[in-house]
């Protein structure tokens, strides 16, 4: 068996993607009549609740900042009863309880998505809905307890405000330099290390935007120091960005980006920045659309579902029952040659009629349906240098008995056609992703609840999708060139401000752009991919 791992939670929009991906995964353990091909015990542990009953806790150490969690004390329980959003969503949405997340706090979306039908404006409404109110906090829609140990607030920044906010790297990094705050981090991650039965690694949710990158930056070296033969796959989230922003802010927040992906991928088996933004630079380019989903780009709320509902799906080979590969063996086989970034993709929901044999769900696309995640600018590519891609949620009809091939062996073909030369690993579940409440409702009417394509629209007031097929890879891909050379070329000195860089020494951000610069390099392939498209961006950053 594979065994358990820890999860470090670093940051408010960090903490959005987790509260959704710890319900999909509680989610699926409620499935009645589905058996759940993915080990539970990989990333939840097992606790008594009221009345004895046992229910699913993350082995989570979460980070977050004074006024950043509303219903959740500092030791991680509830102040009050946990509230219970199975069916009770329309009863909030009714009332006006929950309150809307206009996207202008510090490090949430304020972008806009102008013609764009996968991703609505600030102030539009989901497909389905009736301008309902979404929460404000991650932890207003957390539908798991947490253990006491889990969360550890930082009183010294505030989470929102004018003043007071975790803003640089330096000051991160400075937080993470106090021995009482390593202290009790230590303390609160070797509780969860130690009640694993084989710890086979780490996996790091960090935001990328705010001092967290920061953070994340000793957090990780830490781990890599004391734990060195186990697997750390870090993940940097970042929410939707404004299109147009203040010039101060958004170059700090492009050196938090710029450095973070430097120092978190230098101390990680894997790094993956996941975001639905177009680009990472100073100008954002449009979110990321999706076919069936109409998304609000400005909600986080929103957003972080779409990424938790990608990295539930990418996590899957170290998490199966059936697999003994381990988050050390998924880094090992996408890494190589020093390619420590990958880059995700997302088809979500995979477009399929229900019962349709599935050579013919995936023969139906010249390209494969999916979406970058992972903020690479260009959107789509022929070719990578290595892959794991999971299928999930079509195997329950689409057999394959004109073949007699597994379904496995089905994708791996596909892939293989798609991808000619590229290193391939495939699985596929049976298992949809799970998508009730409080996932949001986001999706089109065109979709079933099973969440296939139907013959016809639903009616106006459809039943909720309550669980979607979805195809997902990382893959390790010429396109991270230009975001990685692009971020250093961007970060050149002369525009340094004293605000960004306190608490950094010059050699230091230096030596990280190196870090970069090198890194893009082994991106590089025979025929110049890559290289057409960093250049691209130069025209873009001389204008």
Request: charge should be negative; glycine fraction near 10%; aromatic fraction near 6%.
């Amino acid at each position: 068996m594979p065994g358990e791992a820890v999860t470090l939670q670093l940051g408010h929009y960090a903490g959005c993607v987790g509260a959704h991906w710890w319900g999909l995964q509680a989610a699926a353990l409620r499935s009645p009549g589905e058996h759940n091909e993915l080990r539970a015990a990989a990333l939840l542990r097992s606790a008594r609740g009221p009345g004895g009953t046992e229910s699913p806790e993350p082995r989570l150490v979460a980070l977050e900042l004074k006024g950043g969690v509303g219903a959740l004390r500092a030791d991680g329980a509830d102040t009050e009863p946990p509230v219970s959003w199975d069916g009770a969503v329309a009863d909030c949405r009714e009332r006006g309880r929950a309150p809307r997340d206009t996207g202008s706090r510090r490090g949430d979306a304020a972008g806009d998505a102008k013609g764009n039908a996968g991703a609505a404006g600030p102030g539009s409404s989901p497909a389905g809905s009736q301008d309902a109110p979404s929460p404000r906090l991650w932890s207003d829609y957390l539908s798991v307890n947490l253990h006491p140990q889990s969360l550890y607030v930082i009183r010294q920044y505030l989470h929102d405000g004018d003043c007071g906010c975790l803003e640089g790297f330096g000051q991160g990094e400075s937080l993470l330099q106090d021995p009482a705050c390593v202290e009790e981090l230590e303390d609160r991650l070797h509780f969860f290390v130690e009640e694993c039965d084989y710890l086979q690694g780490f996996q790091v949710l960090c935001d990328l935007h705010n001092g967290f990158s920061g953070v994340g930056a000793r957090v990780t070296e830490l781990l890599h120091d004391e734990y060195a033969r186990k697997g750390i796959l870090t993940w940097g989230l970042t929410p939707v960005l404004a299109a147009v922003g203040d010039p101060q802010k958004s170059f700090c927040r492009l050196m938090n980006t710029a450095l973070g992906i430097a120092h978190l991928s230098r101390h990680s088996s894997l790094f993956c920045p996941l975001s639905l933004n177009g680009s990472l630079g100073l100008r954002p380019e449009p979110p990321v659309t999706f076919p069936y989903i109409k998304y609000n780009a400005s909600l986080s709320y929103h957003s972080s579902a779409v990424l938790a509902a990608a990295l539930d799906t990418l996590t899957a080979p170290y998490r199966l029952c059936s697999s003994q590969a381990s988050m050390l063996h998924l880094a090992d086989s996408l890494t190589f040659s020093g390619r420590k970034v990958v880059a995700a993709w997302a088809a979500l929901p995979l477009p399929a009629l229900a019962g349709s044999a599935l050579p013919d769900v995936l023969g139906a696309h010249r390209d494969v349906p999916w979406q970058l995640l992972s903020s690479c600018k260009e959107r789509k590519f022929s070719s990578c240098f290595a892959q794991s891609a999971v299928l999930r949620g079509l195997c329950q009809e689409q057999g394959s008995s004109r073949e007699r091939e597994s379904p496995e062996q089905v994708l791996q073909q596909y892939l293989h056609t798609q991808f000619p030369g590229a290193f391939s690993t495939a699985h596929v579940l049976r298992q949809p992703c799970p998508t009730r409440a409080p996932f949001p409702q986001f999706f089109s009417p065109l979709l079933s609840p099973r969440g296939f394509l139907g013959d016809r629209a639903r009616g106006s007031s459809p039943a909720a999708v309550g669980s979607v097929p979805v195809l997902a890879a990382l893959q390790s891909c010429p396109a991270l060139r230009a975001l990685l050379s692009g971020l250093a070329r961007e970060l050149r000195p002369r525009r340094w401000g004293s605000s960004c860089t306190a608490g950094l020494e010059l050699d230091d951000v230096q030596e990280a752009l190196e870090e970069l610069r090198s890194l893009a390099q082994c991106y590089e392939t025979e025929t110049g991919t890559g290289a057409a498209a960093d250049g691209s961006q130069d025209e873009a950053d001389s204008d």
